[in-house]
């Protein structure tokens, strides 16, 4: 070995124990000086929070009603801004701002500087397309509404801290938001991390088309402006399952702006979070009722002088008429009050009120939907009550009630007496399944025969006085409502509801309409404002939804039948 190698054999060794000298200093050194230390911040954790993503919200065929996007911050640090002037005059034009607030903020003597808390995606392009330094944009999350307002009750909406504030969104806020994940994670690279994976939000699939709800929300429209009523409301349903086809209210609002609403009010779904009187549509009930309890047969009569004295109220028809004896299919078609008063009071306060809670009225239905009210129907012995409801209630006043409440009733004469649960959803879509919602039986209230024969009286009804919601090719079956509205106690002489009720085919029923019109100025009566609307939509929806004439059907049957 040369004296040259050997040289560097030492220097490579001093080396190594310089190094070890080092190495072992510092073990040292964490372990017996700063141990206690060292041990101290080895046990300190920090939060680690994952976030879900909301689900969407799908109408029946898969169109988006409802999903996420962003809405963006922009903010400035100003120690980085080169040309503060130039900047500041391109962020006033995009942002709206006078230029001197802008360029106060990018001036300012501070790392950091907010200058909008939320714009617009199409804002925010036009922002990070600026060839300047200093600006940030970050996403924050926001619900988006693809269709606009379309759906506004039903949908409801999402609030900036990712709650639902309304509606569906409101209803399966559990569902939708999903669950966030979240653990506490130690700093030390010894211990071993856990994943942190949240559940995300389930998808809602609903038993709305968004075509079939667009044409009911076109022809709401076109019947508040053509009848000049305030408001309004039209629900769509099957009445064999509860699944709701359409559900349209107005005035309604932007789902994506909520916060720009004047009047929290129009937040509320009408459908199911206002009530009203419902006037002579409430006589289909009565007439259910005492059919059901064996008061009266379809052929049964009674004498109407026009005026029937109960609890101190005096019930008089509508007309002022005093027909004589008539029997239970005129009662119905002439919508007479004195016949819904008198039928009420022959069952009886016990029975009569059996039967309207046997209808489901007085509590919710129990649809997924938000801020349901449960109508108000004060029952005997309550301190609400008088002997002169048994009378008023029979034709639709004293008591109040849901849309929904009312189309659900009404529905079960023409499901063979049962009344379904209304609903929204047919499947929720989640990372552990699909839950598929099975149609369920509130009540049977009445037999199979009774919701025939009340079904039979409704389509005389229609083709008897009702010529306005007949539809060509379709036998329907239906009541009109005219409804006086009470204001601090006293019936406004003024103002009316119109509605109209319907379902058919008649004898096969795929289909059972509400329309209500508040405060129309064309015409006080349901029969000219609410029914001509109905026949409308009705003509609309039978092709929308593939709902054969009555002599195609019943040919089909007929050759069902053969083997054909």
Same mark, same amino acid.
């Given at each position: 070995?040369?004296?040259?190698?050997?040289?560097?054999?030492?220097?490579?060794?001093?080396?190594?124990?310089?190094?070890?000298?080092?190495?072992?200093?510092?073990?040292?050194?964490?372990?017996?000086?700063? #141990?206690?230390?060292?041990?101290?911040?080895?046990?300190?954790?920090?939060?680690?929070?994952?976030?879900?993503?909301?689900?969407?919200?799908?109408?029946?065929?898969?169109?988006?009603?409802?999903?996420?996007?962003?809405?963006?911050?922009?903010?400035?640090?100003?120690?980085?801004?080169?040309?503060?002037? $130039?900047? %500041?005059?391109?962020?006033?034009?995009?942002?709206?701002?006078?230029?001197?607030?802008?360029?106060?903020?990018?001036?300012?003597?501070? *790392?950091?500087?907010?200058?909008?808390?939320?714009?617009?995606?199409?804002?925010?392009?036009?922002?990070?397309?600026?060839?300047?330094?200093?600006?940030?944009?970050?996403?924050?999350?926001?619900?988006?509404?693809?269709?606009?307002?379309?759906?506004?009750?039903?949908?409801?909406?999402?609030?900036?801290?990712?709650?639902?504030?309304?509606?569906?969104?409101?209803? +399966?806020?559990?569902?939708?938001?999903?669950?966030?994940?979240?653990?506490?994670?130690?700093? @030390?690279?010894?211990?071993?991390?856990?994943?942190?994976?949240?559940?995300?939000?389930?998808?809602?699939?609903?038993?709305?088309?968004?075509?079939?709800?667009?044409?009911?929300?076109? +022809?709401?429209?076109?019947?508040?402006?053509?009848?000049?009523?305030?408001?309004?409301?039209?629900?769509?349903?099957?009445?064999?399952?509860?699944?709701?086809?359409?559900?349209?209210? /107005?005035?309604?609002?932007?789902?994506?702006?909520?916060?720009?609403?004047?009047?929290?009010?129009?937040?509320?779904?009408?459908?199911?979070?206002?009530?009203?009187?419902?006037?002579?549509?409430?006589?289909?009930?009565?007439?259910?009722?005492?059919?059901?309890?064996?008061?009266?047969?379809?052929? %049964?009569?009674?004498?109407?002088?026009?005026?029937?004295?109960?609890?101190?109220?005096?019930?008089?028809?509508?007309?002022? @008429?005093?027909?004589?004896?008539?029997?239970?299919?005129?009662? /119905?078609?002439? @919508?007479?009050?004195?016949?819904?008063?008198?039928?009420?009071?022959?069952?009886?306060?016990?029975? +009569? +009120?059996?039967?309207?809670?046997?209808?489901?009225?007085?509590?919710?239905?129990?649809?997924?939907?938000?801020?349901?009210?449960?109508?108000?129907?004060?029952?005997?012995?309550?301190?609400?009550?008088?002997?002169?409801?048994?009378?008023?209630?029979?034709?639709?006043?004293?008591?109040?009630?849901?849309?929904?409440?009312?189309?659900?009733?009404?529905?079960?004469?023409?499901?063979?007496?049962?009344?379904?649960?209304?609903?929204?959803?047919?499947?929720?879509?989640?990372?552990? #399944?699909?839950?598929?919602?099975?149609?369920?039986?509130?009540?049977?209230?009445?037999?199979?025969?009774?919701?025939?024969?009340?079904?039979?009286?409704?389509?005389?009804?229609?083709?008897?006085?009702?010529?306005?919601?007949?539809?060509? #090719?379709?036998?329907?079956?239906?009541?009109?409502?005219?409804?006086?509205?009470? $204001?601090?106690?006293?019936?406004?002489?003024?103002?009316?509801?119109? @509605?109209?009720?319907?379902? /058919?085919?008649?004898?096969?029923?795929?289909?059972?309409?509400?329309?209500?019109?508040?405060?129309?100025?064309?015409? *006080?009566?349901?029969?000219?404002?609410?029914?001509?609307?109905?026949?409308?939509?009705?003509?609309?929806?039978?092709?929308?939804?593939?709902?054969?004439?009555?002599?195609?059907?019943?040919?089909?049957?007929?050759?069902?039948?053969?083997?054909?």
């Amino acid at each position: 070995m040369t004296n040259s190698q050997i040289r560097r054999l030492w220097v490579v060794l001093i080396g190594l124990m310089f190094a070890a000298v080092i190495i072992v200093g510092r073990l040292f050194a964490f372990q017996i000086l700063q #141990g206690e230390e060292w041990a101290q911040r080895a046990g300190n954790e920090f939060y680690v929070v994952a976030q879900p993503n909301r689900g969407n919200i799908y109408d029946r065929n898969g169109a988006v009603l409802a999903a996420n996007g962003a809405d963006y911050q922009v903010s400035v640090s100003p120690n980085m801004v080169l040309e503060p002037l $130039e900047l %500041s005059m391109s962020l006033a034009s995009i942002l709206q701002r006078p230029q001197y607030e802008v360029l106060a903020a990018l001036q300012a003597n501070t *790392p950091y500087m907010m200058l909008a808390g939320r714009v617009s995606p199409e804002m925010a392009d036009l922002i990070l397309a600026l060839p300047y330094e200093g600006v940030q944009v970050d996403p924050l999350p926001r619900r988006f509404y693809p269709q606009g307002k379309l759906m506004c009750h039903e949908l409801g909406y999402v609030d900036f801290d990712g709650n639902g504030g309304s509606g569906l969104e409101g209803y +399966y806020q559990t569902e939708l938001a999903g669950e966030a994940a979240s653990a506490r994670v130690n700093i @030390s690279p010894l211990t071993v991390q856990e994943s942190v994976i949240a559940r995300e939000g389930a998808d809602l699939v609903l038993t709305i088309d968004r075509t079939v709800q667009y044409v009911v929300e076109q +022809y709401l429209a076109r019947g508040l402006q053509q009848y000049g009523a305030r408001s309004g409301t039209i629900i769509v349903m099957d009445p064999r399952t509860g699944a709701i086809l359409a559900m349209a209210n /107005l005035p309604c609002y932007e789902p994506y702006t909520f916060f720009d609403v004047s009047d929290e009010s129009v937040l509320l779904n009408p459908a199911v979070s206002k009530q009203h009187e419902p006037g002579s549509v409430m006589k289909l009930v009565t007439m259910a009722a005492a059919l059901d309890a064996g008061v009266v047969t379809p052929h %049964s009569t009674y004498y109407d002088a026009g005026v029937l004295e109960v609890g101190g109220h005096r019930t008089v028809n509508w007309d002022r @008429s005093a027909p004589g004896t008539v029997d239970m299919t005129t009662l /119905l078609s002439r @919508s007479l009050n004195v016949g819904a008063a008198t039928l009420a009071v022959w069952m009886g306060a016990d029975t +009569y +009120y059996d039967y309207l809670q046997r209808f489901n009225f007085g509590r919710p239905t129990g649809i997924d939907l938000m801020a349901e009210m449960a109508g108000t129907m004060p029952l005997p012995g309550s301190e609400f009550w008088a002997e002169s409801f048994l009378a008023t209630n029979a034709y639709g006043q004293g008591l109040a009630v849901t849309p929904l409440q009312m189309i659900s009733a009404v529905s079960a004469l023409a499901n063979n007496g049962y009344l379904m649960q209304p609903y929204l959803v047919q499947e929720v879509r989640s990372a552990q #399944g699909t839950y598929v919602h099975q149609p369920m039986v509130l009540s049977r209230p009445i037999s199979e025969e009774t919701a025939h024969q009340v079904t039979a009286m409704a389509v005389t009804a229609v083709a008897r006085e009702v010529y306005e919601a007949q539809i060509e #090719g379709y036998t329907v079956a239906g009541k009109t409502g005219t409804a006086q509205i009470a $204001e601090n106690g006293v019936y406004l002489t003024n103002a009316t509801i119109g @509605s109209f009720i319907g379902w /058919l085919p008649a004898d096969a029923p795929e289909l059972i309409i509400f329309v209500k019109l508040d405060r129309p100025t064309a015409s *006080p009566w349901g029969s000219l404002t609410a029914a001509p609307l109905f026949a409308e939509l009705a003509s609309e929806l039978v092709v929308l939804l593939n709902i054969p004439p009555d002599s195609v059907r019943l040919q089909a049957d007929v050759l069902a039948a053969r083997g054909q």
